[in-house]
C-alpha cells in the first residue's frame, strides 16, 4: 500500500541562503498572480494567445512532472491529490467531481483569472496545462483538459475545468 503524502506546505523547505523554496528536489518561487498576468496581458492578442498556449505547455511538461513524482506515493486518485495541493501553492481552492465521461474541476478564486476582467479567451492555461498532466498519468494516454468557464471573461470568482476520461481513476 502506498504511502501517505504530508501536506504539501509542510514538505517545503525555505531556505534563505541560497534563496530557495524546494519540495525535495522540485523547487517552487513566489510570484503575484497580477504580475504574471499583467505582463500576459500586455502582450498583442496573438502574443497573448501565444503566450497562454506556452504556459499551458510548460505546465503541461514540468508540472506534470512534479504530478508524475506525487502519483508515485499517493495513495488516491491524482486528480485528489493535486487539488489538495492547490491551495499551498495559492492556485484557489479546487473541488473534484468523478463523472462517467470526466472529472470535472471547480476552482473557487483563480489566481490567473482573479486579476482580471472581460478576457477574450480563458485565461488560466496553467491549470487546464497541470490538469491535462494528471488527466494523461491517471489514463495513462494523452489527455487534453479545457477550461469550460473562466472567471476572467464571464465575471464572478469560479471557473470550471474538465478532464475527458474514458474510465475515471
Same mark, same amino acid.
Given at each position: 500500500?502506498?504511502?501517505?503524502?504530508?501536506?504539501? #506546505?509542510? #514538505?517545503? *523547505?525555505?531556505?534563505? !541562503?541560497?534563496?530557495? @523554496?524546494? *519540495?525535495?528536489?522540485?523547487?517552487?518561487?513566489? %510570484? #503575484? &498572480?497580477?504580475?504574471?498576468?499583467?505582463?500576459?496581458?500586455?502582450?498583442?492578442?496573438?502574443?497573448?494567445?501565444?503566450?497562454?498556449?506556452?504556459?499551458?505547455?510548460? !505546465?503541461?511538461?514540468?508540472?506534470?512532472?512534479?504530478?508524475?513524482?506525487?502519483?508515485?506515493? /499517493?495513495?488516491?486518485?491524482? @486528480?485528489?491529490? @493535486?487539488?489538495?495541493? /492547490? &491551495?499551498?501553492l495559492g492556485w484557489g481552492l479546487w473541488t473534484i467531481a468523478?463523472?462517467? *465521461?470526466?472529472? #470535472? @474541476?471547480t476552482v473557487e478564486d483563480s489566481p490567473f483569472a482573479a486579476?482580471?476582467?472581460? /478576457?477574450?479567451?480563458? !485565461?488560466?492555461? /496553467?491549470?487546464?496545462?497541470?490538469?491535462?498532466?494528471?488527466?494523461? %498519468?491517471?489514463?495513462?494516454?494523452? !489527455?487534453?483538459?479545457?477550461?469550460?468557464?473562466?472567471?476572467?471573461?464571464?465575471?464572478?470568482?469560479?471557473?470550471?475545468?474538465?478532464?475527458?476520461?474514458?474510465?475515471?481513476?
Amino acid at each position: 500500500m502506498s504511502a501517505t503524502i504530508p501536506p504539501f #506546505r509542510d #514538505r517545503l *523547505d525555505w531556505s534563505a !541562503v541560497p534563496g530557495q @523554496v524546494v *519540495d525535495g528536489a522540485i523547487r517552487y518561487m513566489l %510570484i #503575484r &498572480p497580477d504580475a504574471l498576468m499583467g505582463a500576459i496581458m500586455r502582450l498583442s492578442p496573438g502574443a497573448q494567445a501565444e503566450m497562454l498556449a506556452a504556459l499551458h505547455a510548460s !505546465v503541461l511538461d514540468f508540472g506534470g512532472r512534479s504530478a508524475g513524482t506525487y502519483n508515485k506515493t /499517493a495513495s488516491r486518485p491524482l @486528480v485528489e491529490v @493535486v487539488a489538495q495541493t /492547490a &491551495p499551498d501553492l495559492g492556485w484557489g481552492l479546487w473541488t473534484i467531481a468523478h463523472e462517467a *465521461d470526466a472529472i #470535472r @474541476v471547480t476552482v473557487e478564486d483563480s489566481p490567473f483569472a482573479a486579476p482580471l476582467t472581460g /478576457a477574450a479567451q480563458p !485565461v488560466c492555461t /496553467a491549470m487546464t496545462g497541470m490538469l491535462s498532466a494528471v488527466g494523461t %498519468i491517471m489514463s495513462g494516454s494523452p !489527455v487534453t483538459a479545457t477550461e469550460t468557464r473562466c472567471a476572467a471573461q464571464h465575471g464572478g470568482t469560479t471557473c470550471h475545468f474538465a478532464i475527458p476520461m474514458e474510465h475515471n481513476a
